[in-house]
């Protein structure tokens, strides 16, 4: 089975803060990676498919991009309201999930 | 407007069974795949498995730790997902989200329902 690591666990930013998640996977899984956000109390949202496209909807500061079997969500200039969770997916596995918090 | 709305979730003894529905609204229900996942309190996201649309023949997958136990069915023509547990276990307690799949290669999910929840205990 494919593993995905996700790191860091949590993480400390201000707002306006260039932030970066790093999803590795345990074998080569092409672009079949997902980003998800979760908030308090609600489902979680899709953010990025295939590694790099931006789901409809989803603000611009947000991007994908993978290198081999590591792929990495950044958050350009952090806002107030993306303190969240957030998650990679491949197919049937999901990372551990990185909770951004507030520094 | 897409839509997606589990029921179903409760309060359920160990070894008992349970069945969540996921009723869809605003989108061709029968043309895509559908998908369920769960979240322990406090805890991170699990994937539970799919039923592909009839297209790609109905099929279903299912997470090891839940194969044998769970069975993902559906009926278009009503627009539902069902989610039948059987031999519940205290693990088994989480609220439980309804998903729909973009991509069955991908295996995306854009739209989440508000979930249910589901407690396993005597």
């Known amino acids: 089975d494919i593993q995905m690591t996700q790191s860091p666990s949590s993480l400390s930013a201000s707002v306006g803060d260039r932030v970066t998640i790093t999803c590795r996977a345990s074998?080569?899984?092409?672009?079949?990676l997902n980003w998800y956000q979760q908030k308090p109390g609600r489902a979680p949202q899709l953010l990025i498919f295939?590694?790099?496209s931006l789901q409809s909807g989803v603000p611009s500061r947000f991007s994908g991009s993978e290198s081999g079997t590591d792929f990495t969500l950044t958050i350009s200039s952090l806002q107030p309201e993306d303190f969240a969770t957030y998650y990679c997916?491949?197919?049937?596995?999901f990372g551990q999930g990185t909770k951004v918090e507030v520094k | 407007e897409v839509q997606l709305v589990e029921s179903g979730g409760g309060l359920v003894q160990p070894g008992r069974s349970l069945k969540l529905s996921c009723t869809a609204s605003?989108?061709?229900?029968?043309?895509?795949?559908m998908n369920w996942a769960r979240q322990a309190p406090g805890k991170g996201l699990e994937w539970v498995g799919f039923i592909r649309s009839k297209a790609y023949s109905g099929t279903t997958e299912y997470a090891a730790s839940v194969k044998g136990r769970f069975t993902i069915s559906r009926d278009d023509s009503k627009s539902i997902a069902y989610l039948q547990m059987n031999s519940l276990k205290s693990e088994d307690t989480a609220v439980y989200f309804c998903?729909?799949?973009?991509?069955?290669?991908?295996?995306?999910?854009?739209?989440w329902g508000q979930g249910t929840l589901v407690t396993v205990s005597s």
């Open positions: 295939a590694a790099s």
């Open positions: 074998q080569t899984i092409s672009s079949s």
């Open positions: 998903t729909r799949v973009v991509d069955t290669t991908l295996v995306d999910f854009d739209y």
């Open positions: 605003g989108f061709t229900f029968g043309d895509y795949t």
């Open positions: 997916q491949h197919k049937g596995t």
